[in-house]
C-alpha cells in the first residue's frame, strides 16, 4: 500500500464543478491511499475580521486564482484509480477526518435552504473551532461537539452529462450531505468512466440531519482515503447502480430526488434490492423487513436533489 497527497491549490481545486472531462490530477492503484487537503469558503463568506478568523495562505491563493466556477464547493481532485472502468464498483473507506481550521461559517441567502420564503435575507456566521478539544462555540452561546465529514464525495459522471454544479448529489455521489460517513465508514460509489476519478471537499464540521438552512458548519477539513476497485461490481454488490454506505453498525442506502417523496421511494427500492442481494429473502419479505427494522432519514432538504437514507442494523440479517 502506497500513501499519497493531494494539497489544495489551484491546479487541484475544482470549484463547483463535476465534469467527466477534467483530467486526474493523481493516479494511484488499488487499495493505495491518498490524503487530500480540502478548503472551504468562496469570498462572499470570508470573514471581515481576519485576525479573530485568518484565511489560510492555501485558500487565498484560489481566491486570487480565478478559477471557473459552477457551483459554491471547493472540490480537490480528481484521483484516478487505475484499471477502473464503468461498471465497477469504487470502494471508499474514510480512514480520517481532521479539522483543518480553527472556524467555520453557517448561513443562508435569498431564495435558498428549507424556507427561503420565510427567511428571504442574507445571513451568515462565523463560528471558532477548537481542532484539539474538537468543539465549536456558537455566537450565540453553546459550545458544540464536530463530528466532522465531507459533504461532498464522487467520482466523475458520465461522459454525457457534460459540465454540472457541484449542488445537485447524483447517481455519481457528490453533494450527498450524509453526516454518517465519518472516518471509520466506507462509501461505494459505480464507477461510470475510466479511472474512477473520485473527489472530495465541502468539508463539514457538523451538521443535522436535513441541512436546513442550506449550511452545516462549513469548514476546511483533511481526509484519508483508501480507494478500493471492485471490477464487476464485486460479489457483494453486483451491478451497483447508486451510492450506499457502510458503518461500523449500519449499512446504508441512499436516494435522491427533487420530490422527497420520490427520494424516499429509492432509497427503499435500494434498500430492497441490497437485501435481496445479501440474503434469500423474496423480494416480499426484503419489503416487510425494511418497515419493521430500517430507519430512514432526511439526508438534506437543500441541494435541489433532496435526500433520503435508510438503515439497516448490521447482524439483524447477515
Given at each position: 500500500m502506497t500513501i499519497h497527497h493531494v494539497a489544495a491549490n489551484p491546479?487541484?481545486?475544482?470549484?463547483?464543478?463535476?465534469?467527466?472531462?477534467?483530467?486526474?490530477?493523481?493516479?494511484?492503484?488499488?487499495?493505495?491511499?491518498?490524503?487530500?487537503?480540502?478548503?472551504?469558503?468562496?469570498?462572499?463568506?470570508?470573514?471581515?475580521?481576519?485576525?479573530?478568523?485568518?484565511?489560510?495562505?492555501?485558500?487565498?491563493?484560489?481566491?486570487?486564482?480565478?478559477?471557473?466556477?459552477?457551483?459554491?464547493?471547493?472540490?480537490?481532485?480528481?484521483?484516478?484509480?487505475?484499471?477502473?472502468?464503468?461498471?465497477?464498483?469504487?470502494?471508499?473507506?474514510?480512514?480520517?477526518?481532521?479539522?483543518g481550521s480553527d472556524w467555520g461559517y453557517c448561513g443562508f441567502r435569498p431564495l435558498s435552504g428549507t424556507i427561503p420564503e420565510d427567511f428571504p435575507s442574507r445571513f451568515i456566521s462565523h463560528i471558532p473551532v477548537d481542532r484539539e478539544r474538537r468543539t465549536c462555540r456558537l455566537p450565540w452561546g453553546p459550545e458544540l461537539a464536530l463530528s466532522p465529514f465531507f459533504g461532498i464525495m464522487g467520482v466523475a459522471p458520465p461522459a454525457g452529462y457534460g459540465r454540472l454544479s457541484s449542488k445537485e448529489p447524483r447517481e455519481f455521489g457528490g453533494n450527498l450531505d450524509n453526516k454518517e460517513l465519518v472516518a471509520g465508514t466506507t462509501l461505494y460509489l459505480p464507477v461510470l468512466v475510466e479511472g474512477a476519478n473520485f473527489c472530495a471537499g465541502d468539508g463539514h464540521g457538523l451538521q443535522g440531519d436535513g441541512e436546513v438552512c442550506v449550511n452545516a458548519l462549513e469548514m476546511s477539513l483533511n481526509g484519508q482515503f483508501t480507494l478500493v476497485l471492485h471490477k464487476g461490481g464485486g460479489a457483494a454488490a453486483p451491478l451497483l447502480r447508486y451510492p450506499r454506505a457502510e458503518t461500523p453498525t449500519h449499512w446504508i442506502s441512499m436516494g435522491m430526488n427533487e420530490d422527497l417523496d420520490q427520494a424516499m421511494k429509492q432509497a427503499l427500492r435500494e434498500m430492497i434490492a441490497f437485501i435481496c442481494v445479501r440474503t434469500s429473502l423474496s423480494r416480499e419479505q426484503a419489503y416487510q423487513t425494511c418497515s419493521l427494522a430500517v430507519d430512514f432519514r432526511v439526508t438534506q432538504t437543500v441541494n435541489g436533489e433532496k435526500g433520503i437514507h435508510g438503515m439497516l442494523r448490521k447482524g439483524l440479517l447477515f
Amino acid at each position: 500500500m502506497t500513501i499519497h497527497h493531494v494539497a489544495a491549490n489551484p491546479q487541484t481545486i475544482q470549484f463547483g464543478i463535476f465534469d467527466a472531462a477534467i483530467a486526474p490530477v493523481l493516479t494511484i492503484e488499488s487499495g493505495d491511499t491518498v490524503t487530500m487537503q480540502c478548503l472551504s469558503g468562496g469570498l462572499e463568506v470570508m470573514p471581515l475580521d481576519m485576525d479573530r478568523f485568518p484565511i489560510a495562505p492555501a485558500l487565498q491563493a484560489i481566491h486570487e486564482a480565478g478559477l471557473a466556477r459552477l457551483g459554491t464547493h471547493m472540490i480537490t481532485g480528481p484521483v484516478a484509480v487505475r484499471g477502473a472502468m464503468p461498471g465497477d464498483m469504487l470502494e471508499i473507506r474514510i480512514e480520517a477526518v481532521e479539522p483543518g481550521s480553527d472556524w467555520g461559517y453557517c448561513g443562508f441567502r435569498p431564495l435558498s435552504g428549507t424556507i427561503p420564503e420565510d427567511f428571504p435575507s442574507r445571513f451568515i456566521s462565523h463560528i471558532p473551532v477548537d481542532r484539539e478539544r474538537r468543539t465549536c462555540r456558537l455566537p450565540w452561546g453553546p459550545e458544540l461537539a464536530l463530528s466532522p465529514f465531507f459533504g461532498i464525495m464522487g467520482v466523475a459522471p458520465p461522459a454525457g452529462y457534460g459540465r454540472l454544479s457541484s449542488k445537485e448529489p447524483r447517481e455519481f455521489g457528490g453533494n450527498l450531505d450524509n453526516k454518517e460517513l465519518v472516518a471509520g465508514t466506507t462509501l461505494y460509489l459505480p464507477v461510470l468512466v475510466e479511472g474512477a476519478n473520485f473527489c472530495a471537499g465541502d468539508g463539514h464540521g457538523l451538521q443535522g440531519d436535513g441541512e436546513v438552512c442550506v449550511n452545516a458548519l462549513e469548514m476546511s477539513l483533511n481526509g484519508q482515503f483508501t480507494l478500493v476497485l471492485h471490477k464487476g461490481g464485486g460479489a457483494a454488490a453486483p451491478l451497483l447502480r447508486y451510492p450506499r454506505a457502510e458503518t461500523p453498525t449500519h449499512w446504508i442506502s441512499m436516494g435522491m430526488n427533487e420530490d422527497l417523496d420520490q427520494a424516499m421511494k429509492q432509497a427503499l427500492r435500494e434498500m430492497i434490492a441490497f437485501i435481496c442481494v445479501r440474503t434469500s429473502l423474496s423480494r416480499e419479505q426484503a419489503y416487510q423487513t425494511c418497515s419493521l427494522a430500517v430507519d430512514f432519514r432526511v439526508t438534506q432538504t437543500v441541494n435541489g436533489e433532496k435526500g433520503i437514507h435508510g438503515m439497516l442494523r448490521k447482524g439483524l440479517l447477515f
